[in-house]
């Protein structure tokens, strides 16, 4: 959860639940406060959904760009067991999903903007949507654009090496064999999940226009991977926008390259013709 100092004027965060933040943009006067509570059924916000171990700081700068164009920000982040235990997972993904269509979520379109593992957290999501797409065919249409950046993609050992680059970084290579011996060990439960969930990603019902931020040197993300993944959704009839860097940061590439960062993203928001978008970024 985002800390007092990191909140912009006039947002005010509703905790959810353990790991469920809504960031509200309250209106600055009550004439304004009126005519927006018409509306705000349909006001659309932001699905967040954050890397493994981020720091509010750094989250604060990503929802700090939304709040400036108006949006709300629905922050969803995943602890390390509902990835080591896929089960887990997918029973976070299916909360998440009961949330969207709850009363509150149900009439508002939005928008999903994903970070490294964050898209296996949206993925988990949309193994449930891809079982029963007419029960979900109003969610995925209320869906108008996705965001990945950093998607962590590739094989079972780049999986590895993130977990020991996000968990315990001084024993980087441990955790990397440690976490290949486990999956090897409880391949029913671990690999087999992990590859449902990647087959619900590449094939997912939801075809909006799609943005990919990613980068040459990124150990955790494979840029042919994720080149294949985006030529495939191309095929599919998916709007692809891709911005990559030969040498940037994994979930740094705003901090590394602010301006490229900032410039993209704006031009694909604007592309997707959906409000609030009070200012430019």
């Not at 977990?163 to 290949?180: N, Y």
């Not at 994994?250 to 993203?265: F, I, N, S, V, W």
């Amino acid at each position: 959860m985002l800390g007092r100092t990191a909140l912009s004027r006039g947002v005010t965060a509703h905790r959810l639940s353990k790991n469920v933040t809504f960031y509200v943009n309250e209106p600055a006067s009550p004439v304004s406060r009126r005519q927006i509570k018409a509306s705000e059924d349909h006001k659309p916000f932001i699905l967040m959904m954050p890397w493994l171990g981020s720091r509010p700081q750094a989250l604060a700068k990503y929802c700090e760009i939304y709040f400036r164009t108006g949006f709300d920000v629905l922050v969803v982040e995943t602890e390390v067991k509902e990835f080591l235990w896929p089960r887990w997972g997918l029973d976070h993904g299916k909360r998440l999903l009961g949330l969207l269509n709850s009363e509150r979520f149900v009439s508002r379109p939005l928008l999903i903007h994903a970070f490294s593992i964050g898209g296996y957290t949206f993925s988990q999501l949309l193994v449930h949507v891809s079982k029963d797409t007419q029960k979900y065919q109003e969610l995925t249409k209320r869906i108008k654009g996705q965001v990945y950046d950093s998607l962590v993609i590739g094989s079972l050992e780049t999986m590895a090496v993130g977990l020991g680059k996000t968990i315990f970084p001084r024993l980087e290579i441990l955790v990397k064999h440690a976490s290949l011996f486990y999956f090897d060990m409880f391949k029913r439960q671990t690999v087999d999940y992990f590859n449902m969930t990647i087959n619900a990603f590449w094939n997912s019902p939801v075809t909006t226009p799609a943005l990919f931020f990613f980068c040459e040197n990124d150990p955790l993300s494979d840029a042919q991977a994720l080149e294949e993944l985006i030529d495939f959704w191309q095929k599919r009839g998916i709007n692809v926008t891709a911005k990559k860097w030969e040498d940037s940061t994994h979930a740094g590439h705003l901090k590394k390259h602010p301006q490229e960062y900032l410039t993209t993203l704006d031009t694909f928001l604007h592309s997707l013709h959906i409000a609030p978008l009070k200012a430019k970024m």
